[in-house]
């Protein structure tokens, strides 16, 4: 596999992309870093809008982690059921607002280790929340971030932590989240698992689109006729006879 392209050609190509999504931003909807917390928990194998549909009636029933820490999980079920995996989720969710009373104070810890030991939060869950609700740089990777990233040639892994680390080491830190709301936005706009290659400002830059055809100029070369006017077909054998000259 290719190496990561060098940071000058990464951030160019980041520059790009910026310029086409000046917009770029979480979908999610949330006033406070915990909101953002549980709403992010909640997007799992979800969809932003349909999350947004929920969390207005959840927060008004649960307004804080003291709030949400006192509930069962069978009485929350109802609340997100159409966000998918509702079960498991509302475990996640009041099992992460409890440890936060418990170890934080009902507050959103501005830290990493921290973060990832509350239930059903990752790395991509805290990066988010790190990065939008508390301003401490952060580089959430999903799908679509390895899946542009990737083409790009920005990143060589599938690995979301292996890819987090290489954007990171490209992109100045206090570009990290945007670098990801950027990355995603596109994903979700132009380079879909069937990408819009003809709508995106960094194609030029782009190693996927660079290796979909061959390039005209070689592909003309390779159709041109021999010199001498002779098709380019298989040389002729040798019969191993030294010249008479």
Wanted: glycine fraction near 6%.
């Amino acid at each position: 596999m290719a190496d990561p392209r060098p940071r000058v050609e990464t951030v160019a190509i980041i520059d790009r992309l910026d310029q086409q999504h000046p917009n770029a931003d979480t979908e999610l909807n949330y006033r406070t870093p915990f909101e953002l917390l549980i709403a992010t928990i909640l997007s799992a194998q979800s969809t932003d809008a349909r999350v947004n549909l929920v969390t207005p009636t959840l927060f008004a029933k649960y307004p804080d982690a003291r709030a949400l820490a006192a509930a069962e999980s069978e009485a929350v079920e109802p609340l997100i059921v159409s966000t998918g995996f509702f079960r498991s989720k509302a475990r996640s969710i009041v099992g992460a607002a409890r440890a936060l009373v418990e170890r934080h104070g009902g507050q959103v810890p501005a830290d990493m280790t921290a973060l990832v030991e509350l239930p059903g939060v990752g790395r991509k869950t805290a990066n988010v929340v790190l990065g939008l609700a508390l301003g401490v740089p952060g580089l959430p990777v999903d799908r679509h971030v390895l899946r542009v990233a990737n083409r790009l040639g920005i990143a060589t892994s599938d690995v979301p932590e292996v890819v987090e680390k290489q954007l990171c080491a490209a992109m100045p830190p206090k570009r990290w989240t945007r670098t990801s709301d950027v990355l995603i936005l596109h994903g979700r706009r132009v380079c879909r698992p069937t990408p819009m290659c003809d709508r995106c400002s960094a194609r030029e830059l782009c190693r996927y689109y660079a290796a979909l055809s061959t390039p005209p100029a070689r592909a003309r070369k390779a159709k041109a006729p021999a010199k001498g006017g002779h098709s380019s077909g298989p040389a002729p054998k040798r019969t191993g006879k030294r010249s008479s000259r």
